[in-house]
């Protein structure tokens, strides 16, 4: 599976971005999803996550109730919905796929990463 991130750029904060992940291969239906984000100096933090159904959904705490995981799994394509953007929300986003037997928020139980794209929330 190859995963491509976009949709990251410039906003203010309280704005809104929407981070794309494109995979390729037929079989994306079938892997997790989580988002993953690395700010300067920082080690990479979980975001969300969502299961290969759609049907279960995980966020870390400090993004609840602002980002929104989703999935289309006819577009091969998960969606990181970011509302109320705050400067401590910029990083390089990453996302990733796993499959099988899964813990959503631990880095090394993703088998494939993206090249991460980059959200820049001004004050």
């Known amino acids: 599976v190859q995963l491509q991130a976009s949709g990251g750029g410039l906003v203010q904060a309280g704005g809104s971005l929407r981070l794309s992940c494109a995979a390729s291969?037929?079989?994306?239906?079938?892997?997790?999803m989580g988002w993953f984000r690395q700010a300067p100096g920082e080690e990479r933090e979980f975001v969300a996550a969502?299961?290969?159904?759609?049907?279960?959904?995980y966020y870390a705490d400090s993004v609840k109730g602002r980002f929104t995981i989703s999935r289309d799994n006819a577009k091969n394509t998960a969606y990181l919905q970011m509302n109320s953007l705050k400067p401590e929300d910029t990083a390089v986003y990453y996302c990733?796929?796993?499959?099988?037997?899964?813990?959503?928020?631990?880095?090394?139980?993703?088998?494939?990463w993206g090249q991460g794209t980059l959200v820049t929330v001004s004050s």
């Open positions: 990733a796929a796993a499959f099988g037997k899964w813990h959503p928020i631990k880095t090394y139980e993703y088998h494939y």
């Open positions: 969502i299961s290969w159904s759609g049907g279960n959904t």
């Open positions: 291969g037929r079989t994306f239906s079938s892997y997790h």
